[in-house]
Nanobody
Framework: QVQLVESGGGLVQAGGSLRLSCAAS????????MGWFRQAPGKEREFVAA????????YYADSVKGRFTISRDNAKNTVYLQMKSLKPEDTAVYYC????????????????WGQGTQVTVSS
């Protein structure tokens, strides 16, 4: 199983940018699909983005398409979420997730979750 630790969250003004990182431990990272989810106060956790083990396939929620970019560096066992043009509605705790394939990750069927990192976007 993969252990995940997120970092990079913080407070940013609307229109600003942040890059989240998720460091993974475990030998299987390079063959594991990864994803990002978020949960705003009073709302259910929702899918944000996913990436295949090779990085050749990426998937996004409609609400972030064109503003967020998911990427990974298998040599560093790290997956990233570059967020641009942030909006107040992007405010949430962001979670990193690992799954057997990108379809399962997108569906929330993941084997590992990180502890989450807070992103707050002020208007």
């Amino acid at each position: 199983q993969v252990q995940l630790v997120e970092s990079g969250g913080g407070l940013v003004q609307a229109g600003g940018s942040l890059r989240l990182s998720c460091a993974a431990s475990g030998r299987t990272f390079s063959t594991t699909s990864m994803g990002w989810f978020r949960q705003a106060p009073g709302k259910e956790r929702e899918f944000v983005a996913a990436i295949t083990w090779s990085g050749s396939g990426t998937y996004y929620a409609d609400s972030v398409k064109g503003r967020f970019t998911i990427s990974r560096d298998n040599a560093k066992n790290t997956v990233y979420l570059q967020m641009k043009s942030l909006k107040p509605e992007d405010t949430a705790v962001y979670y990193c997730a690992a799954g057997t394939n990108s379809y399962n990750v997108r569906a929330g069927m993941v084997g590992s979750w990180g502890q989450g990192t807070q992103v707050t976007v002020s208007s």
